[in-house]
Structure formats: structure tokens, C-alpha cells
């Protein structure tokens, strides 16, 4: 069973920090893409930022030059720094990775979504 718990998330002031983490647990062998998404109330979930295996990284346009994505491959764990929050970063912030496991049958790899973590900026 493999598990992707998020935590971090709170309330913040506009122009505060916060720093999200997401630590995927289990029976894994390797982790492929890590990423954070987030879906404010009435919208749809979209891409803030994702990080590939070998730490290549991409943004959305609206977060670019103020949150940052980072991993740590030795404990499963990606990051999202985010600074200069703005009201528009209000949302539920999940986080996605594209993990592969081991059954008998050879590999299977599938996308994992962690539960959500609230966070909200108040202007």
C-alpha cells in the first residue's frame, strides 16, 4: 500500500511563507514525477509545479519567482516553498507523484494523490 501524506498547509498573511511536504510511504521501488496541484472553491484543480526524478522542475506561469518545488529522493519527499503569498493562492494544495511498485507480475506504476492540505492567504 502505498500512501502520499501532505503537511504545511495554514493561514497566512498576504505577502507570508509557507513551506508544504509531501512524504510518499510504502512498497516502492522508485518514484518517477512528484508534483503539487491545487483547486480553489468553484474551480478546477491545476498544475502549480512538478519536479521530475532527476530535479527538473516547471511552474505555472502565476507561480513563477515565488514558490519553489524541491525533492529528497532519499526520503521520498517533495517540497513546495511558497513565499509572497498572494488571496489568489488560496486553495486545497494536493500533491501527485507518479510511483512504481513491484508485484509479482514485474512493475506497475500509477499516479498517487495525497489528501489535500488547506491553505489560505488573507489579504
Known amino acids: 500500500q502505498v500512501q502520499l501524506v501532505e503537511s504545511g498547509g495554514g493561514l497566512v498573511q498576504s505577502g507570508g511563507s509557507l513551506r508544504l511536504s509531501c512524504a510518499a510511504s510504502?512498497?516502492?521501488?522508485?518514484?518517477?514525477?512528484m508534483g503539487w496541484y491545487r483547486q480553489a472553491p468553484g474551480k478546477q484543480r491545476e498544475l502549480v509545479a512538478a519536479?521530475?526524478?532527476?530535479?527538473?522542475?516547471n511552474y505555472a506561469d502565476s507561480v513563477k519567482g515565488r514558490l519553489t518545488i524541491s525533492r529528497d529522493n532519499a526520503k521520498n519527499t517533495v517540497y513546495l516553498q511558497m513565499n509572497s503569498l498572494k488571496a489568489e493562492d488560496t486553495a486545497v494544495y494536493y500533491c501527485?507523484?507518479?510511483?512504481?511498485?513491484?508485484?509479482?507480475?514485474?512493475?506497475?506504476?500509477?499516479?498517487?494523490w495525497g489528501q489535500g492540505t488547506q491553505v489560505t492567504v488573507s489579504s
Open positions: 501527485n507523484a507518479e510511483i512504481v511498485t513491484v508485484v509479482w507480475s514485474g512493475r506497475i506504476v500509477r499516479d498517487y
Open positions: 510504502g512498497r516502492i521501488f522508485s518514484i518517477n514525477a
Open positions: 519536479i521530475t526524478s532527476t530535479g527538473s522542475a
